[in-house]
């Protein structure tokens, strides 16, 4: 096979804002009928899309598609012969939000299942405090020879699900129609009340207002952003911008 535009094919792909939202609908499409072994990716792709529209900053995206990241086979029990042992790890830890792979040191504090997947508990010397840790999103681990430093915490009780409100989050404040329901028991909300016609409005605790702002996009008329208004503003522009170029390419 001979190849004449390798150095084309070399640079990432530059999408025009058309491009970028027919192939957001595409990815929607195709993440429910996704095998497991390739959701995370059409994951990782859907929201780096979904940034650059929410950001609304530019009229071109750069692409760049990410490839799976094999995780460490048998890394919880190491993490767990690791904390018998009193012995700290060294971590290379992906970071979807970011797409990004970080090293850090940690101190294994203890190694749990919620959900349906193992997480790591665990002082990370890198954050300089204490972090939770998909176990299934570690692609390299190391149990060192150094030993644990004493942190005098206990392990989490992870009973109640895994969401822990940070200090600087921003409340917000969304309805939910009522095919929209689900959205309460599969998101981490803090508060919920019955609205008008069976919808249920949910008070989250948000840390990246992107977040919120792309949730809205994804599920349109499900969700609707009350509070805060500079949100509630913000969620509305960018919906009329995206039926505008709707408009303009239909």
């Known amino acids: ?13 530059r999408l025009g804002s058309n491009e970028a939202s ?16 390739s959701r995370d990716v059409v994951e ?8 650059a529209a929410a950001a609304g900053s530019t009229p071109l995206v750069d692409v760049h598609l990410p490839r799976p990241r094999p995780a460490v086979e048998g890394a919880a029990k190491a993490l767990a012969d690791a904390i018998a042992d009193n012995r700290q790890a060294r971590l290379d830890y992906y970071v979807p939000t970011r797409d990004e792979t970080t090293q850090r040191v ?10 349906g997947r193992d997480y790591l508990d665990a002082w990370c010397h890198l954050a300089e405090d204490r972090r939770l840790f998909r176990v299934d999103r570690i692609t390299g681990l190391e149990v060192l020879e150094s030993p644990r430093v ?23 404040r969304v309805r939910l129609s009522p095919e929209m329901r689900w ?9 919920t009340r019955e609205g008008a016609d069976g919808c249920l409005e949910a008070t989250l605790a948000v840390s990246d207002e992107r977040w919120l702002l ?8 499900g969700l609707t952003v009350l509070e805060p208004a500079e949100l509630r503003d913000r969620v509305a522009d960018v919906a009329r911008d995206a039926l505008r170029l709707h ?4």
């Not at 940690?106 to 959900?115: C, H, K, N, Y």
């Not at 959205?183 to 508060?191: D, I, K, Q, R």
């Not at 792309?214 to 008329?221: K, T, V, Y």
């Open 22 to 37: 027919a192939l957001i609908v595409a990815l929607h499409a195709l993440l429910d009928s996704s095998p497991a072994g």
């Open 214 to 221: 792309r949730l809205a996009l994804r599920f349109g008329p």
């Open 247 to 250: 408009g303009a390419t239909a």
């Open 44 to 51: 990782r792709t859907l929201a780096k899309l979904e940034d």
């Open 1 to 13: 096979m001979r190849v004449d535009n390798a150095d084309f094919l070399a640079r990432p792909l």
């Open 183 to 191: 959205f309460a028991e599969y998101y981490p909300v803090l508060t």
């Open 150 to 172: 004493a942190h005098d915490l206990q392990p989490r009780d992870l009973s109640e699900g895994l969401f822990e409100p940070g200090p600087e989050d921003l409340q917000a």
């Open 106 to 115: 940690v101190d294994p504090i203890a190694v749990t299942r919620s959900q």
